[in-house]
Structure formats: structure tokens, C-alpha cells
């Protein structure tokens, strides 16, 4: 609920222009309601316009991509970037191809990004972009066609100094790769214009580990300094099995935890030994296949087919690393009677806003995504730093950064919501840390923009 008169002018004027933007609206709004102590303790907020600009994207550009597929058709997808906010940085943010993708889930994953990479304490600004493209069941050479469309048009709004996207749903080394092939023909410069890239051309180590490992450090620090314990022994559940899933599932049980499920969009699989990662790594690393496929080596394995069952096993820890609104009021309900100590998000916004209000009233431990899964986009920095330096730093080097930027991202949201707060609200801490950054930049560039 908002009571603050100026937050919820903003909101309202938000909900009566974009009223058909759902996603956004919901990230927006849990923003707001949080950011409502600050605004009271600081008048320039409101007197500068702060919250109508940080809601409203600089730029947001959408655009046709077509492409040829393998049977001479011709097909047309709508491509989008969204570059939501450049006050402390050049945007930053992946790229989703998935057919849910419209305007308002890219300015949703647009808005958090900004928040997100303010925690980071790197310089990169917010942007996400994407397209309703279906990769699934397409050849490698549709893919690549459809890349090299999707960057003909997108090459002319990015660069190493204006914006940086990266991968995320359906968008990996393999799409990355296409992209930044496409982007240098038609700028003809070798630059670090895309993070997530494969080694053999700038990319960094740890990349791939790093939004996983990340989400896992963060839940470690949690446990240890809310709770004392540490991930050691537990039972935990972790949906997806994409890049975040497989390797915050490789962390958790590299930290002594046993994973007793994953999914996908079709079902979840249950192994009560601890899935073997292995086996999942090859069914959706290499031959790109379905989680169902991991009874094949398992038959005794339990299989469900339906998703969001899985959040009816009991567990300790729950990861959701698939995608938005996957936890919904029903399935936090059940998740804190089974007794879940610890919910932390390494998807963006998996929780419904009637599933968050459940983890913080029932006072277990709940990490957001925008604190939690910001290792991904933290070590991208780190790629663009090794990129500007012409260096490339060794595994461990970037692993320990990360380690500590995790930590630090959760220390600040512990502080920050203690300063604002009783101290158990991390939500809280997240976006009013990660808004006084932005904000304070904004202050002093003036509203010319
Ligand atoms: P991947 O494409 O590698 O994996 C996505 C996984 O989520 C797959 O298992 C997929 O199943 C499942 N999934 C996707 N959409 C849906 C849906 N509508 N319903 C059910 N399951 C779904 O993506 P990532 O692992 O990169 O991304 C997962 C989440 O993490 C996203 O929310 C993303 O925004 C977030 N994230 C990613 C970062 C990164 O660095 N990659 C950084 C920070 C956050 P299926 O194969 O059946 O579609
Ligand atoms: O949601 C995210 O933070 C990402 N998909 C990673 C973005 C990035 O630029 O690495």
C-alpha cells in the first residue's frame, strides 16, 4: 500500500498510462511503495522530478526483425531494447528471446536492471532488451539468421561507451556469439560491446558460473549472518535448469547442499539422493533437451508434469532461477508450512507481490533477485573492465571478486534496511540502496533529460 501523496501520484499517473503493461507495473509499484521513508526525509526528490524520470524509460526502441527459416519462409518477430536509465553508467542488461517477451516485460526487467546494477557499486547504468522470437525446436542456422537480423538494426543504438547487452532467457554463448559477429561486420570494430562472450574472442572466466555462484553466495552470507547456518546439509529446490539453475545448482552442492529437484516449462524432476548435475548438464548444455530426459539414466526417478508443483516439495532453501511470477501467494503458503528457511531469487521478479507479502509476514529469510542475481551482470562488469585493460584476469580472480561483491551487495541491503526499517526487510534494503545511488547521480546532471 502507498500513503506517501507524491509516490502515489507517481504510481497512479504510471497505472492510468500504462495500464496494459502488467510486469511493469508490479516492479514499479514494489519499488515505490519501499522507496516512501526516503522520499519523506528528502524534498528534492519530488521538487527534481526524481521518481517520474526513474520510472520512465530514456529510450525504448522497438523494432521489426525479419529473417528466412531453413524452409524459405520468411518470418517477422518484434525486436526491442530499452535503455532505461544512464545516470551512473552506460546501459547494461541482457537480451530474452522467448515468446512471452513484449514492452512491458523488457521495461519491467529494464527498471530492476537500473536498481541491480546501482548495488553492484560498478558503473553500469540499466537497459534490457529482447525479442518474442522461439528459439526452441530451431536449427543453429535459423538461429544465427535471426541473431544477425536482430543486430542489423541493433548495432546502431549500442557500443562499449552507450550500452552493453548481454545474454538471459534463451540467449547464450551460441546467440552472443552471432550477435557480436553481426555487430562488428556492420560497425567494423572490435570492441567489448556485448559481455558473455566465449573466451576464444573477450570473453571472461567465470561468466558463465558467475550469476549461479553468485545467488549462492549471497544465500550463504544470509544464512551466516541472519541465521547462523550455512548451506551445508540442506535440502534444496531449485526451478529451471538454464544457465542460472545449473550452476547456482553446482555451488549449492559444491557448499554441502543436496538438490533434490529442478525444472523446466514442461515439469520437474525429484531425486531424493541429489540430482546429479552431470547428467542435467549434458541433457541441456549439449543436446539442448528436456529435464525429462534425465530419467533415462534415472528411471526411478521421480517425474511431474506440471512446473509449478515443484514448490510442493518440502525443502530449506528454495532457488527459483526460471522466470518471472513462478511463486505465486499458493505456492509461498506451502514453501513456509514445509518449513523453508530461506527463499532467494535468482530468476528476475519470480515472486508474485501476494507470494512476497508471505515470505516477509511469515519472517523467513527472502532475498530479491534484483540483490541476489546481480552476480550475472556484476561479473559482466568485470568483462568489460578486462576488455577496456586488454587483460584477461585467471578463474579465481574473478570468482573472488564476485565472492565479494555478493557479500557486499548483501551487507549493504542488511544495513540499508536497518537504517529504514526493523532490519529483516531486504526488499527494502535493496531498492532504497540501490535507488540513492542513481538518484544522487541524477540530482547533479541536471533535467535536461
Ligand atoms: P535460460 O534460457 O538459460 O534458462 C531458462 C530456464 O527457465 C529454462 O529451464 C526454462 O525452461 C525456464 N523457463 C523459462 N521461461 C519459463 C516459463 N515461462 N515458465 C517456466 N519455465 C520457464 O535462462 P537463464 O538461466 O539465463 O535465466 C533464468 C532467469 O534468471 C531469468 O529470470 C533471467 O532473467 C534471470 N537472470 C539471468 C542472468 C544471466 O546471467 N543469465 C542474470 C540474472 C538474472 P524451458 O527450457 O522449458 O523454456
Ligand atoms: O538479468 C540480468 O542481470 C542479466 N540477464 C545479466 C545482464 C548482463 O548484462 O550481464
Not at 275 to 295: C, F, M, Q, S, T
Not at 352 to 377: C, H, M, Q, R, W
Request: with cysteine.
Amino acid at each position: 500500500m502507498i500513503n506517501n501523496n507524491y509516490v502515489k501520484k507517481v504510481y497512479e499517473k504510471l497505472e492510468s498510462k500504462y495500464s496494459h503493461e502488467k510486469e511493469f507495473l508490479q516492479a514499479a509499484k514494489e519499488v515505490l511503495e519501499t522507496l516512501e521513508p526516503v522520499v519523506e526525509k528528502d524534498p528534492q526528490i519530488e521538487k527534481l522530478g526524481i521518481l517520474e524520470r526513474i520510472t520512465e524509460p530514456e529510450r525504448m526502441i522497438s523494432f521489426r526483425v525479419s529473417w528466412v527459416d531453413d524452409n524459405g519462409n520468411v518470418q517477422v518477430n518484434t525486436g526491442y531494447r530499452c535503455q532505461f536509465n544512464s545516470a551512473i553508467g552506460p546501459y547494461k542488461g541482457g537480451i530474452r528471446f522467448h515468446p512471452s517477451v513484449n514492452q512491458s516485460v523488457i521495461k519491467f526487467l529494464g527498471f530492476e536492471q537500473t536498481f541491480k546494477n546501482s548495488l553492484t557499486g560498478l558503473a553500469m547504468g540499466g537497459g534490457k532488451g529482447g525479442s518474442d522470437f522461439e528459439p526452441k525446436g530451431k536449427s543453429d542456422m535459423e538461429i544465427m539468421r535471426f541473431c544477425q537480423s536482430y543486430m542489423t538494426e541493433l548495432y546502431r543504438h549500442i557500443g562499449q561507451f552507450t550500452d552493453v547487452p548481454a545474454g538471459d532467457i534463451g540467449v547464450g554463448k551460441r546467440e552472443i556469439g552471432y550477435m557480436f559477429g553481426q555487430y562488428k561486420r556492420l560497425a567494423n570494430e572490435f570492441t567489448g560491446v556485448l559481455t558473455g562472450k566465449a573466451l576464444e574472442f573477450g570473453g571472461s572466466l567465470g561468466r558463465t558460473q558467475a550469476t549461479g555462484y553468485g545467488l549462492c553466495y549471497f544465500t550463504q552470507r544470509m544464512l551466516k549472518k541472519l541465521k547462523d547456518t550455512d548451506l551445508d546439509d540442506k535440502k534444496v529446490i531449485i526451478s529451471g535448469s538454464g544457465n542460472v539453475a545449473i550452476y547456482a545448482a553446482e555451488k549449492a552442492i559444491a557448499l554441502g547442499a543436496k538438490v533434490i529437484a529442478m525444472s523446466d516449462s514442461n515439469g520437474y524432476i525429484y531425486d531424493r539422493n541429489g540430482v546429479d548435475l552431470d547428467v542435467i548438464k549434458e541433457i541441456k548444455e549439449v543436446k539442448r533437451g528436456r529435464i525429462k530426459e534425465y530419467l533415462e539414466t534415472y528411471p526411478n526417478v521421480v517425474y511431474v508434469d506440471n512446473c509449478h508443483e515443484i514448490w510442493n516439495l518440502p525443502c530449506d532453501v528454495a532457488l527459483p532461477c526460471a522466470t518471472q511470477n513462478e511463486i505465486d501467494e499458493k505456492a509461498a503458503r506451502t514453501l513456509v508450512a514445509n518449513g523453508c528457511m530461506a527463499v532467494a531469487e535468482g530468476a528476475n521478479m519470480p515472486s508474485t507481490p501476494e507470494a512476497v507479502e508471505v515470505f516477509l509476514d511469515s519472517g523467513i529469510l527472502y532475498a530479491p533477485g534484483k540483490a541476489s542475481n546481480a552476480g550475472g551482470v556484476a561479473t559482466s562488469g568485470l568483462e568489460m573492465s578486462q576488455n577496456s585493460l586488454r587483460l584477461s584476469w585467471s578463474f579465481e580472480e574473478v570468482d573472488s571478486r564476485l565472492k565479494d561483491i555478493m557479500e557486499n551487495i548483501f551487507d549493504t541491503c542488511y544495513e540499508t534496511s536497518k537504517k529504514y526499517s526493523d532490519g529483516k526487510n531486504l526488499v527494502a534494503g535493496a531498492n532504497i540502496a540501490g535507488f540513492v545511488k542513481v538518484c544522487e547521480a541524477m540530482k547533479i546532471q541536471g533535467v535536461a533529460y
